[in-house]
């Protein structure tokens, strides 16, 4: 048992969608951990909202997946929400969750914050204009900066650009900001338990831009910065182009990857961490968790939407969020352990002595 119980706290996401779900049955599937004082579980919403999905699974037959749970309400409900719908209402929910969250972590009252999913437009109706999630995050933590990074299995993917159009992605490959998301990406590897990581940095063009064919930016913007690593004596390779740096990080090569933009690194690790029932077409399973990196607080996220096709109608699987749960456990510790390295190392002393 460890000597410090976590504390971590579920947003419950869109209250429309499957996020008060996921809640739900995370925190029932990782009772038996709870109750083993291995880590403690509190969600952030709205009653109400977490009221109608435990409704709505006892409905469905799954009560064992409806326990009551701790909630800090964030804020009282205003008007109806319905499942399956997005409303200005259930985006002001999301948001207040998101706020109140932080303002705990920030304070330490919460070791770190596993969120479900957001709609974006919802938020946006509800008067707070932001991208995503990560956008959010980095403005209420007045961070300089924030990259997104997800993991599943071998794939730790962090990204140059995220939310933005495409058109716009490649003027966002700067030498700033690819070493500024290196860096990040480096550090929390460490934190995950690599002691000097190897790293795969994926070009920007096909092929690397073929040599200025295809494009200069590897050329000019990206091969100066891996030099610049490499003549430190840091393992980082690249570029490497698109179609071949996932494959290499399955194969062992890289312990993690920068992207260059949202659906270069998103497509890769969610192609593998989606389960598709190939019969039927439709997808039975998920795996992969949303890392924020550059926050002074903990931030893990399941590796999907909203899904509001199917909330409501208590089939949502929440492997994602408890593997967002876990790796939020696992940074934690890290984190901890990084600000008080001496009391770290004096425990270390006293177990091996």
Request: aromatic fraction near 4%; glycine fraction near 10%.
């Amino acid at each position: 048992m460890p000597a410090h119980r976590p504390r971590i706290a579920l947003t419950m996401g869109d209250p429309a969608g499957v996020g008060p779900e996921l809640c739900l049955k995370a925190t029932a599937k990782m009772a038996s951990r709870v109750r083993a004082r291995e880590l403690d579980l509190v969600t952030i919403g709205t009653q109400a909202s977490i009221d109608m999905a435990r409704e709505r699974l006892i409905a469905k037959g799954q009560r064992r997946y409806a326990p009551h749970i701790d909630v800090i309400e964030a804020t009282q409900s205003q008007g109806k929400v319905k499942f399956g719908q997005t409303s200005a209402e259930a985006g002001r929910q999301a948001f207040r969750a998101i706020e109140t969250a932080i303002g705990l972590a920030m304070k330490g009252e919460i070791d770190a914050i596993a969120t479900a999913p957001i709609s974006k437009e919802a938020i946006n109706a509800a008067g707070f204009h932001y991208a995503g999630h990560t956008e959010i995050l980095a403005d209420l933590t007045r961070s300089k900066g924030s990259v997104l990074m997800l993991v599943h299995d071998r794939l730790r993917v962090s990204h140059v650009s995220a939310h933005v159009p495409l058109a716009k992605a490649t003027s966002l490959v700067t030498p700033e900001r690819l070493t500024f998301v290196i860096d990040l990406t480096y550090d929390a590897l460490k934190r995950l338990g690599f002691k000097k990581p190897k790293l795969g940095i994926a070009a920007v063009n096909p092929h690397a831009g073929e040599g200025g064919m295809f494009g200069r930016e590897d050329i000019d913007i990206v091969t100066p910065v891996i030099e610049k690593y490499r003549a430190q004596g840091m393992d980082i390779t690249g570029p490497v182009p698109g179609d071949t740096v996932f494959v290499k990080a399955l194969g062992g090569q890289f312990d993690g990857v920068v992207a260059m933009f949202h659906d270069q690194g998103h497509v890769a690790v969610k192609l593998l961490g989606f389960k598709i029932d190939r019969k039927t077409g439709k997808w039975v399973g998920l795996s992969g968790v949303n890392i924020t990196l550059g926050l002074p607080i903990v931030r893990t996220s399941v590796d999907h939407g909203t899904a509001f096709d199917i909330a409501g109608k208590g089939i949502a699987n929440p492997q994602s969020m408890m593997e967002a749960i876990d790796l939020a456990m696992k940074l934690s510790a890290a984190r901890k352990k990084t600000a008080n390295p001496q009391k770290a190392n004096t425990h270390k002393e006293r177990k091996s002595a």
